[in-house]
Nanobody, 117 residues
Framework: QVQLVESGGGLVQEGGSSRLSCVAS????????MSWYRQPPGKERELVAR????????SYADSVKGRFTISEDNAKTTVYLQMNRLKPEDTAVYYC??????????WGQGTQVTVSS
């Protein structure tokens, strides 16, 4: 059974930092493209950052470039999202996602990040 368990959300002041973690189990972690998505209140879910499975290709949404960093530790089967210089508009539920060949697609339960101004 595949599980993605996020942690690290909470209340952060504007300009502050926070790190999210997502521990994956039940899958061959190194085969999967790992991503962070977020869903702000009343809005659609959007891609924040993605890291590829083999070459480590990384991409970011324009809104977080230069502020957020995605990384992974294959030995710990964990993907991280380091978030710096947080803004109120970063407030959202953040979800971890694992995808393999557009066939296998798994989601975590989400973790709330609230940025106060």
């Amino acid at each position: 059974q595949v599980q993605l368990v996020e942690s690290g959300g909470g209340l952060v002041q504007e300009g502050g930092s926070s790190r999210l973690s997502c521990v994956a189990s039940g899958l061959t972690f190194s085969d999967y493209s790992m991503s962070w998505y977020r869903q702000p209140p009343g809005k659609e879910r959007e891609l924040v950052a993605r890291i590829g499975p083999t070459d480590g290709y990384i991409s970011y949404a324009d809104s977080v470039k230069g502020r957020f960093t995605i990384s992974e530790d294959n030995a710990k089967t964990t993907v991280y999202l380091q978030m710096n210089r947080l803004k109120p508009e970063d407030t959202a539920v953040y979800y971890c996602n694992a995808v393999l060949a557009s066939v296998y697609d798994y989601w975590g339960q989400g973790t709330q990040v609230t940025v106060s101004s």
